[in-house]
């Protein structure tokens, strides 16, 4: 199996955006965000989480770069240090070169282009540093804001798979998105000039797991 080994938890910075690791502080804010009926609507979080259920979600999100099976960063505000949300890779399929992503964002920050820029810098680190080739994404019916941002981020739509999803009591379409090295690559390489102000954030080596180090890495997209 090729995988992909990480030395250091990989900090991206773009123009107005920091992507940083999940930390403690970060719980409350997890918290406030999914008790926005807007945020959670179009999701399969359920419509009114508990404490418990927010804590748990937020953990699980942190284990996922520690574990090897994805990565989940905080989008913060590079003006004020505000939290505007996360993004996050909740899965890889490694044999495949496949990795699927998810966001969310305070209504807050809606509508200025933040999540699209923070979207476009994972994507970028996927294809570049993960060896992905395929990203992927899903969104409900009638979630045309978030259909938007998947556009403006290169993915194209790819169809409907119908019910997949069963929460909330019922069974749900899934409108999947793809974002592939083979049809957006080139664009990538030429729109995102990515500079490493300390050392390259990773490698591509034959290991089968993400390796910690205390020491985060920072990265401009």
């Not at 979080?45 to 937020?58: F, G, L, R």
């Not at 890779?89 to 992503?101: A, H, L, P």
């Not at 169809?159 to 019922?170: D, E, L």
């Not at 974002?179 to 390489?189: K, P």
Request: overall charge positive.
């Amino acid at each position: 199996m090729t995988d992909v080994s990480i030395h250091k938890f990989p900090i991206l910075s773009t123009h107005r955006v920091t992507l940083r690791a999940i930390a403690p502080h970060d719980v409350a804010e997890f918290r406030a965000l999914m008790a926005i009926p807007e945020v959670t609507r179009y999701s399969n979080w359920p419509e009114a989480p508990t404490d418990d259920q927010a804590n748990e979600w937020t953990r699980n999100l942190s284990e996922l770069f520690p574990s090897g099976k994805g990565c989940a960063w905080v989008i913060e505000d590079r003006s004020s240090a505000a939290f505007v949300g996360a993004v996050h890779f909740n899965y890889f399929y490694w044999e495949w070169k496949v990795g699927g992503i998810g966001y969310e964002t305070h209504p807050n920050y809606w509508g200025r282009g933040l999540t699209t820029e923070a979207l476009r810098a994972v994507v970028a680190y996927g294809h570049r540093f993960l060896g992905l080739n395929r990203i992927e994404a899903w969104t409900l019916p009638g979630n045309d804001a978030s259909d938007r941002v998947l556009e403006k981020a290169g993915f194209q739509f790819e169809g409907v798979f119908r019910q997949k999803g069963f929460f909330r009591g019922a069974f749900h379409d899934f409108r999947h998105h793809v974002e592939c090295v083979v049809v957006c690559g080139r664009r990538d390489a030429r729109d995102f000039r990515v500079r490493l102000f300390r050392k390259r954030a990773a490698q591509v080596l034959q290991r089968q797991r993400f390796a910690k180090s205390p020491d985060p890495v920072y990265e401009q997209i």
